[in-house]
């Protein structure tokens, strides 16, 4: 059985923590710091163990942030460029997950402080990552943390790049939700237009999903985005639109579709089956579409299916899944398939009853099927 993800946050590394601390700062309380982490830790989860650490921080710290911030400076760990997750906090300094904590630590403690605040949280996004300490300073002070993130948008260190994008990601996974940007999202994009050419994969991949943040609430906007970015396009940039479109390629959305170069498909017949009429739960069933064209010309596909789950109240509810892209040649026939499992999953609750399914092409429903879900 796979460790807790939890852990990443242990007493060992807690321990390690305190010993920087005390290194850097004689008069620290090491056992009371470990103390006060380590009541009732098992129990804690993921982010209530970070909040815990970050809580100790401040009860064991100097009360001034500027002579807490010297402390923790001189406690940091070796540089990493690239991954964070991939670093460690050792005997040299505090690196990776323990940042997480010290970070917080500075969105809580750093707000009086602002200047000294972003120094730190770019030498912390060093060794791991700020793009979740750093939402709490545009949120308090948007225009002022938005100049200094600009800044970093053109830093040598890659980690300080991609802060500058992930940072303001107005729909960031476990961050503070950016409603500013959720509404208005304009500044994030003209600091992205920076980005979009970034040397480094994992920059541009930052890029790619914040642009998929706000393509979730603006879809138009991005489309044209895209549409500007692909002209004279080198294939990294092609990637990171493909990567920052999916929210609207799975949804068809027919623009971004089109200038993805996914135009309506001409097609003589299409057809959608599955090879049971029943699938038990735990079990799969596998979906066969076959294909003609009726185009002179050789045309590609998206292909997409959607399965229409049931839901406790009678409802379905929709999700797509991706099948294949591909070129159909002119007047020819294909027939693809795919096993499709349903499994017990912690995202969803299953039902059963009739699930749909509608084999989707370029944006479009062409076919439908369905089977039945035994529990």
Same mark, same amino acid.
């Given at each position: 059985?796979?460790?807790?993800?939890?852990?990443v946050?242990? @007493?060992? @590394?807690?321990?390690?923590m305190?010993? +920087?601390?005390?290194?850097?700062?004689?008069?620290?309380?090491?056992?009371?710091?470990i103390?006060h982490?380590?009541?009732e830790f098992?129990e804690?989860?993921f982010?209530?163990?970070?909040?815990?650490?970050?809580e100790?921080?401040?009860?064991? @710290?100097?009360?001034d942030?500027?002579?807490?911030?010297?402390?923790?400076e001189?406690?940091l760990?070796?540089?990493?460029?690239?991954d =964070?997750?991939?670093?460690?906090?050792n005997?040299? *300094?505090?690196?990776? =997950?323990?940042? @997480?904590p010290?970070?917080q630590y500075v969105?809580?403690?750093?707000? *009086?402080?602002?200047?000294?605040?972003?120094?730190?949280l %770019?030498?912390?996004?060093?060794r791991? !990552?700020?793009?979740f300490?750093?939402r709490?300073?545009?949120?308090?002070?948007?225009?002022?943390t938005?100049?200094?993130?600009?800044?970093?948008a053109n830093?040598?260190?890659l980690?300080?790049?991609?802060l500058?994008?992930?940072?303001?990601?107005?729909r960031?996974? =476990?961050?503070?939700?950016?409603?500013?940007?959720?509404?208005?999202p304009?500044?994030v994009?003209g600091l992205l237009?920076?980005?979009?050419?970034?040397?480094?994969?994992?920059?541009?991949?930052s890029v790619?999903?914040?642009?998929?943040?706000?393509?979730?609430? +603006?879809p138009? !906007?991005v489309?044209n985005?895209?549409?500007?970015w692909?002209k004279?396009?080198s294939?990294?940039?092609?990637?990171l639109?493909? +990567?920052?479109c999916?929210?609207?390629?799975?949804?068809?959305? %027919?623009?971004t579709l089109?200038a993805?170069?996914y135009?309506e498909?001409?097609l003589?017949?299409?057809?959608?089956?599955?090879?049971?009429?029943?699938?038990?739960?735990?079990s799969h069933?596998?979906l066969?579409?076959?294909?003609?064209s009726?185009s002179?010309?050789?045309?590609?596909?998206?292909?997409?299916y959607?399965?229409?789950h049931? %839901?406790?109240?009678?409802?379905?509810s929709?999700?797509?899944?991706?099948w294949?892209?591909?070129e159909?040649?002119a007047?020819s026939?294909?027939?693809?398939?795919?096993k499709?499992?349903?499994?017990?999953i912690?995202?969803?609750?299953?039902y059963?009853?009739? +699930?749909t399914?509608?084999?989707?092409?370029?944006?479009?429903v062409?076919?439908?099927?369905e089977?039945e879900l035994?529990?």
């Amino acid at each position: 059985m796979p460790e807790p993800f939890k852990n990443v946050f242990n @007493l060992e @590394l807690v321990r390690l923590m305190a010993l +920087h601390f005390s290194r850097n700062f004689p008069e620290f309380l090491s056992d009371g710091f470990i103390s006060h982490v380590e009541k009732e830790f098992d129990e804690l989860e993921f982010k209530q163990r970070s909040l815990r650490i970050s809580e100790a921080m401040a009860a064991y @710290l100097p009360d001034d942030f500027e002579a807490a911030a010297r402390v923790i400076e001189q406690s940091l760990g070796d540089k990493i460029q690239g991954d =964070w997750t991939l670093a460690t906090s050792n005997e040299r *300094g505090i690196s990776g =997950w323990a940042i @997480l904590p010290m970070a917080q630590y500075v969105a809580n403690e750093g707000q *009086g402080q602002f200047e000294r605040a972003m120094e730190l949280l %770019k030498e912390m996004t060093k060794r791991n !990552t700020s793009e979740f300490a750093i939402r709490h300073f545009l949120d308090a002070e948007p225009e002022r943390t938005f100049d200094v993130m600009k800044t970093w948008a053109n830093d040598d260190n890659l980690n300080v790049r991609r802060l500058a994008s992930e940072g303001c990601r107005p729909r960031l996974p =476990w961050g503070l939700r950016l409603k500013k940007y959720v509404e208005d999202p304009d500044p994030v994009i003209g600091l992205l237009e920076v980005l979009k050419d970034d040397p480094s994969e994992y920059v541009r991949r930052s890029v790619a999903n914040n642009l998929n943040d706000i393509s979730k609430d +603006h879809p138009d !906007t991005v489309c044209n985005i895209a549409k500007s970015w692909l002209k004279n396009a080198s294939p990294e940039r092609v990637a990171l639109i493909r +990567h920052a479109c999916r929210t609207l390629i799975k949804a068809g959305h %027919k623009p971004t579709l089109l200038a993805l170069g996914y135009a309506e498909v001409a097609l003589s017949s299409v057809t959608l089956s599955v090879s049971s009429p029943t699938l038990v739960f735990g079990s799969h069933i596998e979906l066969v579409a076959e294909l003609s064209s009726s185009s002179d010309v050789s045309q590609p596909l998206m292909i997409d299916y959607i399965v229409h789950h049931q %839901k406790a109240n009678g409802s379905t509810s929709p999700k797509v899944f991706k099948w294949k892209t591909m070129e159909l040649a002119a007047h020819s026939d294909i027939r693809v398939k795919k096993k499709h499992t349903i499994k017990p999953i912690t995202t969803r609750t299953y039902y059963p009853g009739t +699930h749909t399914v509608e084999l989707q092409v370029n944006g479009n429903v062409v076919a439908q099927t369905e089977f039945e879900l035994t529990m």
